[in-house]
């Protein structure tokens, strides 16, 4: 097809000249058929894409996994994803990142709260990385994580929902009965700066330019926050677990010396990790005080834990 047939309506027939080009349209205006790029094509003065920087007006549909809000450009259907939204809640979020199929935004203001809203019990929560679902009722936690697995066993699995054995595949998710204070394990980081939540920016008295030891600030690498927490254990029994990248126990002494004033401490550790990944487990193992394991207590057996070993209860 040479270029004069290409200006010439009835050529087309309605195709496209180049196939199915993922992400373009064909449309006709005044000097013929031309292609332009979807990201720039209006749906009633709206672009189907929403611009990085640009706000825009959303209501969250649903959980995604790691606990991202689902949401769709109301005109069009674009999907967009947002941290920290819950379903129900509508809200101003800011673009921030566009993907191939969709764009991430960050939450500028909430409009109206979300639905099963309850108050968190940890007063972090909304710094935190940790616990982002905390302010959603427990049974629509359960919920949104069932949709999430049936999903997976439908588009994964190739299992059908008419199916006779869908159900015997698909059970209900059991609820936990301790649904907090449960876990056998914490990972803190060293920071060269202490990660604080905007309120306490603009307290002066707050400093934030020291070394600190605490959870991974959210996004940040140098920075941990150093809230205070509660460790609870059913057996008075605790081990810590520092991973450097070298042996040197003289540097460690002065943390170990503090430490071992605390009873519960009955096992202090170094783990020696010379790679860049971010493991607990090393290479080399040293204790630095008591012994090298704790005894912990599930369903009346005991079990000796070492540093290293594999045992996850809140799995």
């Known amino acids: 097809m040479d270029a004069r047939a290409l200006k010439r309506k009835d050529a087309f027939k309605g195709e496209r000249p180049w196939g199915d080009t993922v992400g373009h349209v064909w449309y006709e205006g005044l000097e013929g058929f031309m292609m332009?790029?979807?990201?720039?094509?209006?749906?009633?003065g709206r672009r189907l894409f929403p611009k990085r920087g640009e706000e825009v007006e959303l209501v969250c549909e649903s959980l995604?996994?790691?606990?991202?809000?689902?949401?769709?450009?109301?005109?069009?259907?674009?999907?967009?994803?947002?941290?920290?939204a819950l379903p129900g809640e509508r809200f101003v979020g800011r673009v921030t990142r566009k993907k191939n199929n969709y764009s991430e935004v960050t939450k500028v203001k909430t409009l109206s709260p979300h639905n099963d809203m309850v108050e968190a019990p940890c007063e972090y929560a909304s710094h935190c990385g940790g616990c982002r679902t905390q302010n959603l009722l427990y049974d629509a936690q359960v919920r949104a994580k069932e949709e999430q697995v049936r999903d997976l066993v439908v588009h994964v699995g190739k299992f059908s929902f008419k199916d006779p054995e869908f159900e015997n595949v698909m059970k209900p998710i059991v609820p936990c009965v301790m649904q907090f204070h449960y876990r056998n394990k914490m990972e803190f980081s060293f920071g060269t700066k202490r990660w604080l939540p905007k309120e306490q920016l603009l307290d002066k008295s707050q400093d934030a330019n020291f070394s600190s030891l605490g959870l991974h600030a959210p996004g940040?690498?140098?920075?941990?926050?150093?809230?205070?927490?509660d460790v609870e254990t059913?057996?008075?029994?605790?081990?810590?677990?520092?991973?450097?990248?070298?042996?040197?126990?003289?540097?460690l002494k002065p943390l170990v010396d503090k430490l071992t004033v605390f009873p519960e401490v009955v096992s202090i550790v170094n783990n020696i990790n010379t790679s860049v990944g971010n493991t607990s487990v090393g290479e080399q193992e040293?204790?630095?005080?008591?012994k090298a394991t704790i005894t912990e207590i599930l369903r009346g057996l005991a079990f000796e834990i070492s540093a290293n070993s594999f045992f996850q209860t809140n799995a």
Do not use: W
Not at 36 to 44: A, R
Not at 65 to 83: A, I, R
Not at 235 to 243: A, H, I
Not at 286 to 290: A, K, M, P, Q
């Open 36 to 44: 332009k790029d979807m990201q720039n094509q209006l749906f009633g």
């Open 64 to 84: 995604a996994f790691k606990g991202k809000g689902l949401c769709k450009v109301e005109e069009t259907g674009y999907v967009v994803m947002c941290d920290r």
């Open 220 to 229: 940040f690498f140098d920075k941990s926050d150093t809230f205070d927490r």
């Open 234 to 251: 059913l057996l008075p029994q605790l081990m810590v677990n520092f991973v450097t990248s070298s042996y040197k126990p003289e540097l």
């Open 286 to 290: 040293y204790t630095l005080y008591g």
